[in-house]
């Protein structure tokens, strides 16, 4: 079942979006070291957006639920072990990277906080969403229902298929595991959903993307699509002007 809200993530003062697979990969680091097609990449993205890569703020995911509370001295910082970003300094761009994964879009308009999740199936089952909803309620006073969060492009279910022993990790969310044919699919956009409701979020202030990563392969990098030797990636970002 597709998740299909009215309300738009589009604020003037917000420059969100992630990359696209003709823009190259964005992941960082590759077994430890850095890379530098990655780095030349990112750098020309960001450039072309308008935004110096000095005040892009990266984190380098452990498929976990830590949350980075992001300073503007932090700009040009790979934050170490994290999966979540905010902030409400102008000017500093939150990025996570993936190639399946979700990331998820925060924007509070009222304490003017912004944050961004990496949600892989780890980080759904450790509730990643909810933390930085907690982490921009508990850091800069925003009132969840005030939040305004968008699931973004991602392995939709219909190709996210799991074994018995992951699935077994969602038994709190049996509506969003999908049994087929002796088959087992995983839902993490609408679980993410639930959580962000379970967390205070306004169903009206949730926005959907419905795109699939693995379907799209002329927009997307895709893990399970093209299990790559080498991770190839999408970098989102969000930054307040």
Known sequence: MMICFSMKFEFDEIKWGISKRKDGSMKVIFDGLPDRDALANRKKFFSALGVDHKNVVSADLIHGNRVAIIASADGGRLIPDTDALVTNKP?????????????????????KAIGLAHAGWRGVVKNIAAEAVCAMKEK??????????????????????????????????????????????????????????????????????????????????????????????????????
Do not use: W
């Not at 000017?91 to 308009?109: I, S």
């Not at 699931?151 to 709190?172: C, N, T, W």
């Not at 088959?183 to 639930?194: A, E, Q, T, V, Y």
């Open 91 to 111: 000017g500093v761009y939150l990025t996570v990277t993936g190639a399946d994964c979700v990331p998820v879009f925060f924007y509070d308009p009222k304490q």
């Open 140 to 241: 800069y006073g925003s009132m969840p229902s005030d939040i305004c969060a968008l699931i973004g492009p991602r392995i939709q279910a219909h190709h996210f298929e799991v074994q018995e022993d992951v699935a077994e990790r969602f038994s709190d969310h049996p509506d969003r595991v999908q049994k087929r044919d002796g088959r087992i699919f995983i839902d993490l956009g609408r679980i993410i959903f639930d959580q962000l409701l379970d967390a205070g979020v306004l169903k009206t202030n949730i926005a959907n993307d419905p795109a699939c990563t693995y379907c799209e392969k002329e927009n997307y990098f895709s893990f399970r699509r093209d299990k790559p030797n080498k991770l190839q990636a999408m970098v989102a970002y969000i930054g307040r002007r």
